[in-house]
């Protein structure tokens, strides 16, 4: 196991290359925006540079061995990591920051004095986003979430949430997944409890987020939320699916009167992030949401 470092505001290089070759490994990665969005930085913040595609088999360990290899030697000058790699690249690191050591999971490497190190900017994204949501919606002071799903995505959010000092509820198919999930992220002053997905439509709160990737393209007919159900009244919504534009989950929602958001807005954040590890630089977000054809 890599050993844990804390998070660094500086940028990943003493010197900085003249060429930005930045890049996004996982497998499959047809349909990713990551490409827009960084080249979008690249040229907002005036940095000659690319962003590339890598896509590697899940079952391909030499490949991805090879790849951060590449890093090492200094070809690639950052790393996303997206499924199925964001744990299995682990094992192949010299460190990790508090954050990605306590999600369990890696989506930033950069290379700091020739070590490689993993992030995760998918936390500091999400809340991010989450609190311009939260300020656009007037639902300010309430602090109990549930959570839809139990895979790295729901870890990511629990984390975040607690960190900002929410309740959370974590619902899976299976007890034993909530209850896990739950008790990995439990400390002394945090709430968090499992729930199976059946028992969602007796919770009442705040904030639901769906992590499940149920309404993404191609199945959008699909929603998290249990049919004949009503969505709870007075909560937010919040959709980590960003693909298509309007979930049926955020479509219902706000039908029903209900604040609710996809999770672009996260996409951007956590991206704008990894760039600034990468470079030092924090990159305007307006260019980023230009580039997808959307707005924040």
């Known amino acids: 196991m890599p050993f844990t470092m804390q998070p660094s505001s500086h940028p990943a290089f003493n010197l900085q290359p003249s060429t ?3 890049g996004l490994t996982g497998h499959p990665l047809g349909h990713s925006l990551s490409p827009k969005i960084h080249a979008a930085a690249l ?3 005036g940095l000659p540079g690319s962003y590339s595609l890598f896509p590697i088999h899940p079952d391909d360990k030499p490949g991805l061995a090879a790849l951060l290899a590449r890093l090492r030697a200094g070809e690639i000058h950052g790393l996303n990591v997206t499924i199925p790699h964001k744990q299995n690249v682990i094992q192949l690191l010299d460190g990790l920051t508090e954050t990605a050591n306590a999600i369990g999971a890696v989506n930033t490497i950069s290379l700091r004095n020739g070590q490689l190190i993993g992030e995760n900017t998918d936390a ?5 986003d989450l609190k311009k949501f939260i300020e656009k919606s007037k639902i300010e002071n309430r ?3 549930i959570v839809l799903g139990a895979g790295g995505s729901a870890r990511a959010i629990g984390y975040a949430l607690l960190s900002d000092g929410w309740s959370v509820t974590i619902a899976a198919r299976r007890m034993e997944q909530a209850d896990f999930l739950a008790e990995s992220l439990k400390t002394a002053c945090s709430q968090i409890k499992g729930i199976l997905w059946d028992s969602v439509g007796r919770w009442r709160g705040d904030l639901l987020v769906n992590t499940t990737p149920l309404g993404m393209i191609p199945a959008t007919e699909t929603s998290p939320w249990p049919e004949n159900i009503p ?7 919040y959709d980590l699916v ?8 955020v479509s219902e929602s706000r039908a029903a009167g209900l604040p609710a958001t996809t999770g672009l807005g996260m996409l951007i954040e956590q991206a704008a992030l990894a760039f600034e590890i990468w470079t030092g630089k924090n990159p305007p977000r307006d260019p980023l949401y230009q580039t997808v054809d959307d707005k924040p």
Request: with cysteine; glycine share 6%; proline share 7%.
């Open 124 to 128: 500091a994204g999400f809340l991010s």
């Open 242 to 249: 960003y693909n298509p534009r309007e979930t049926r989950l």
């Open 143 to 145: 602090k109990s979430a």
């Open 43 to 45: 040229a907002a913040c």
């Open 231 to 237: 969505l709870p009244e007075g909560i937010a919504v």
């Open 20 to 22: 930005f070759n930045l």
